[in-house]
């Protein structure tokens, strides 16, 4: 029986999940592949709540739907693994916070996607990597989630705004575990189950093979190459253009 998915998604809050997504974004560099050019470096809580804030955008924060139990208390002295344990650890089902379409605009924006130059993290063209891979010197679970990590806890952040979908992101210590695939996946079902959109666009920076093969295994195709949009650091930064119609996801 497969897992259920450690992912939900809940409506953005600027207040509270602004200062978290800015700490996920650590440079100009990690900006520009998270959203392109329509952020100012150094990134603040006004410009996330100005993008939040702007009509027809639907922006979401991804949430732990599991909880992953802390690390078992030592053996007391004399005591043996069997008198202290109290079963196997594992990732506990959990209550799923609703999705919201509407509410306010603070709740509801939306954004743009792009990856991290070398190919070797996820993200989308306006947007940073889905899942770049872990440091191993960090300890978690099997699900890659810190030990202990309460439920809700903000892993990840993905948008979308006149039926364009980006602005993806997975927090740094969550990388690597397929999260950005289950992100993704739960804004375009959204997008096509609840708001009824006959297709879904999205730019990915040409070097982001991670994302792009996230992308092309969720049906997106390629409809143009936009070359050398941006030069960052001296290097051109291409963009694909991708597509995805409600007749292809059904497929």
Known sequence: MPLPQPLALRPFHPLSDAPVLRSWIPDPTALMTWAGPNFAWPLTDAQLTAYAAEPGRHTWTAVSRTSTPADPPADP????PADTACGTPGIT???TPGITPGGTAADTAGGTGVGRPGGTAGGTADGPPLGAPAD???GGTADGLQPGLPLGTPLGHISLADGRLGRVLIAPGARGRGLGEQLVTLAVS????????????LGVWSHNTAALRVYEK???RTTATLEAVEVVDGVPWS?????L???DRRQ
């Not at 002295?77 to 043996?80: A, D, E, Q, S, V």
């Open 218 to 220: 969720l049906g997106f």
């Open 77 to 80: 002295p004399g005591g043996t």
């Open 190 to 201: 959204i997008a096509f189950d609840e708001l009824v959109l006959p297709e879904i666009h």
């Open 245 to 247: 119609t409600a007749a």
């Open 239 to 243: 963009v694909h253009r991708m597509r």
């Open 93 to 95: 089902p959990a209550y």
């Open 136 to 138: 191993p010197a960090v």
